[in-house]
């Protein structure tokens, strides 16, 4: 077994309690930066509260999504002993995936025309990190 | 760092405005024409109003589905400038998923013994482009 | 094209119609038995009654998912034909989604401080087979 490229770790400071954040140039940036052509982008974030997908975002659309997906969380008397308002957060993190794989073309994240890659943030601000790996 | 496999696009046209499509066949028949017998199925759909994922096709499934993900999406009054009613289009999209990966052994798919790949419409009928990279 | 490594296929029983269960140390334990240490470890859950993704697992947040998963589904009048009452547990198991990618590094996977792999049993109790592909 070879391993071919070098694991690559990305902190993301987010801003808001819960906002929609669009990584794809920092992605793009990093593809470049290790002069990375052809192949897929494996991306996994380290985090119950916070989720990785791709996205339209015409403006407005970001805070539409956030309260879509809000408005979907059933209102239940919930038992995490932590923090019973967080149980949201996990299940939407846990609902829209923690894991995206995209393909690279040309040294960038082949995507369609309005297809964004989006960090989702739910139990901001923080500064959130994600693993990227590369691989041909 | 060495690339591995030709990249493919497959074209899928689809008929309705909402609708569950198997494409399974499609990709079986993509892994023979490239003679690959044994590692992953890397799938990227590149749109902001369809997703992929794996399903249940038991008839009448299909449409269960389309009528389930369609009641989970809240009545908001949403700010989508292009057109509000596709607000509930993309938030399935980003949910759903657009990235799946699936393992292949002996030239196929390997699946449970219900299990299919789906293409799912969210804003048809239109002609969807799906990446697909084998991975070995 | 080389295949690196052998595909293992696991069993994972479950005792309850739904439950959340924990599957990090079976995978951590499968990495150490093939000696592998940096790379991708590949999930993919061969069931349409069943899903995989990443949670937080403080105590009592487990049966909280399973709640809010249930109170998501939209009653409505089903057509499945096998049994009409499996429609939601399809519905969910395509929407959480079957395939998952996490980084290995150091022979264990990579992942948040509070973030288990989990396995989502929807229409149990039986026994479950994941694929699980090393890749590096």
Redesign the interface.
């Known amino acids: 077994?070879?391993?071919?490229?070098p694991?690559m770790r990305i902190k993301i400071p987010t801003t808001k309690h819960r906002e929609v954040l669009d990584i794809t140039e920092r992605l793009n940036d990093l593809a470049r930066a290790q002069n990375?052509?052809?192949?897929?982008c494996?991306l996994?974030?380290?985090?119950?509260?916070a989720a990785v997908?791709?996205?339209?975002l015409?403006?407005?659309?970001d805070?539409?999504?956030i309260?879509?997906?809000t408005?979907?969380?059933?209102h239940?008397r919930?038992?995490?002993?932590?923090n019973p308002a967080?149980?949201?957060d996990?299940?939407l993190?846990?609902?829209?995936?923690?894991?995206?794989?995209?393909?690279i073309?040309n040294g960038r994240l082949?995507?369609?025309a309005?297809?964004r890659v989006?960090l989702i943030e739910l139990a901001g601000p923080r500064e959130r990190?994600m693993?990227v790996?590369f691989?041909?």
């Open positions: 077994m070879q391993y071919n490229v694991s990375f052509c052809e192949g897929l494996h996994f974030i380290l985090h119950t509260t997908t791709t996205a339209d015409d403006p407005g659309t805070l539409d999504m309260d879509a997906f408005g979907m969380i059933p239940r919930y038992r995490h002993p932590h967080h149980v949201g996990h299940i993190s846990s609902l829209i995936g923690t894991s995206l794989t995209v393909p073309v082949l995507l369609g309005w297809q989006v990190e693993e790996r691989a041909s």
